[in-house]
């Protein structure tokens, strides 16, 4: 198995910079570091790059003192330390509730939901969007772009519009029309492009070498742009009370917010903010793009593209830039990565809806399906306190739960007459 490279958090006293108290990039291959700049690949060996910090001593007091979103961990990330006051979307601090209905009905002691639903466009991506784009204008990129599998596209055209640059998005034709709908809202230059993600995701390669003051979020400004998810492992264990949980199950497409939810506990552990407890990170995927849980699977270190088929078109990622990196993170912790099928993804979507008030989407389902496919399965401990990530909203992905016309519980299709005569027929030919 290849061996994970041990990451370092140290503190002093440093005077933050521009990108905050981050004083370099690394590879997480072979370790090489380069400047703070834009570049995102290792000129050694093409690996990836990743920020390194020296960390001022922040407390949980200084924290809890700052804004109620992701910037109360400013010190923390790759930002200037007055990016509060810049004009950007204020995503995170959402909540995180205790859903008890859906513990008993799955047998679970105790469970948590993160609901990145409560992010300016609804999904956790506003947090990877706030950071990179912060970190574009300190190196003067000029417009904020991406290739999208839909959410990210929405908050960076969100974010564009609120800066008040201009944003690009590269998406995939056959989107769910709710995402595209959200994303040409705000103004920006769209572009449906005629294949998939994966072939977006190449286009945007092309274009990032091509067009020099583009910032494409998650290709040229990736490193910065990853650690935005850091701030949901930060909250987490901050609404928890300053404590980790012991078992979280995460959605993979490119598997960065999995592998940076680990960092954010790795660091408050080696910050002192919270105790050094043991926790165990799931993958989740859905059976038609499953390349991590394929490899998880088969023992694996290197992840085998997929050509992806499923309605969680949010996570259909066949080439996972983060795959390894999972995978690393999944066997130190002793969790695992699996998947379901599109059936069980629109039955978790029911079931959460159902049992806690909450529409979640594709992604939610997929999430949700796999923490129950994994407590059957016994790879889950009932016992344990579980927390499980909301990352997107169902009102985005509604054909995933819409009937068909002429269904009685699709909305709109067989209207009674307004009286009380046909309302009692109705209920008499609904009644169970
Ligand atoms: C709703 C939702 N959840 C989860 C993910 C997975 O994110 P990552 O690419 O960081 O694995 C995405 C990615 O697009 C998403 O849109
Ligand atoms: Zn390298």
Redesign the pocket.
């Given at each position: 198995m290849r061996e994970e490279r041990p990451r370092t958090v140290t503190t002093s006293a440093s005077t933050p910079s521009r990108f905050g108290f981050a004083t370099h990039l690394f590879c997480r291959e072979c370790g090489a570091t380069a400047a703070l700049g834009a570049s995102h690949a290792c000129v050694e060996c093409f690996g990836p790059l990743e920020v390194g910090y020296e960390l001022p001593q922040v407390t949980r007091a200084s924290i809890e003192a700052g804004p109620a979103n992701i910037w109360r961990y400013a010190s923390l990330l790759p930002v200037p330390q007055g990016i509060a006051a810049t004009p950007n979307t204020e995503p995170g601090w959402t909540r995180l509730a205790r859903t008890d209905q859906l513990a008993r009905e799955l047998g679970l002691r105790a469970l948590w939901l993160k609901d990145?639903r409560g992010n300016p466009t609804h999904?956790?991506?506003d947090r990877?969007v706030a950071v990179a784009l912060a970190a574009a204008v300190e190196m003067g990129y000029k417009v904020l772009a991406c290739p999208?599998?839909?959410?990210?596209a929405n908050a960076v055209a969100a974010a564009a519009a609120r800066a008040q640059i201009r944003s690009v998005v590269l998406i995939p034709a056959d989107l769910e029309p709710q995402k595209i709908a959200a994303t040409a809202v705000y103004g920006g230059t769209l572009v449906p492009v005629d294949g998939t993600y994966d072939d977006v995701n190449r286009l945007a390669s092309e274009l990032a070498d091509d067009r020099e003051d583009w910032a494409f979020v998650?290709v040229n400004v990736r490193p910065y742009y990853?650690e935005g998810?850091k701030t949901i492992g930060y909250e987490i264990a901050e609404q928890l009370g300053w404590r980790l949980p012991e078992q979280i199950v995460?959605?993979?497409?490119?598997?960065?917010?999995?592998v940076?939810i680990d960092k954010a506990f790795r660091e408050l552990i080696e910050l002192g903010l919270v105790a050094d407890t043991k926790y165990r990170v799931f993958g989740a995927q859905a059976a038609g793009c499953a390349p991590v849980a394929a490899a998880f699977r088969a023992g694996h270190d290197v992840v085998q593209p997929v050509k992806p088929d499923t309605i969680a078109k949010?996570?259909a990622?066949g080439n996972?830039a983060?795959g390894p990196y999972v995978l690393d993170v999944v066997r130190r912790t002793g969790g695992a990565v699996a998947d379901v099928s599109d059936d069980d993804v629109v039955h978790a979507i029911r079931l959460l809806a159902a049992t806690e008030g909450v529409f979640g989407?594709t992604?939610?389902g997929v999430?949700l399906g796999v923490l129950r496919r994994l407590l059957d399965d016994g790879v889950l401990d009932p016992a344990a306190e579980t927390v499980f990530?909301n990352?997107?909203d169902g009102l985005k992905t509604l054909d995933a739960v819409g009937a068909p016309a002429g269904d009685r519980g699709w909305p709109g299709a067989g209207a009674i007459r307004p009286t009380l005569e046909a309302f009692e027929a109705w209920e008499s030919s609904h009644a169970a």
């Open positions: 990145e999904s956790f991506k990877v999208s599998t839909g959410n990210l998650n990853a998810s995460v959605p993979v497409a490119s598997g960065a917010q999995l940076k949010s996570l990622i996972p983060d989407e992604a939610s999430t990530i990352s997107g």
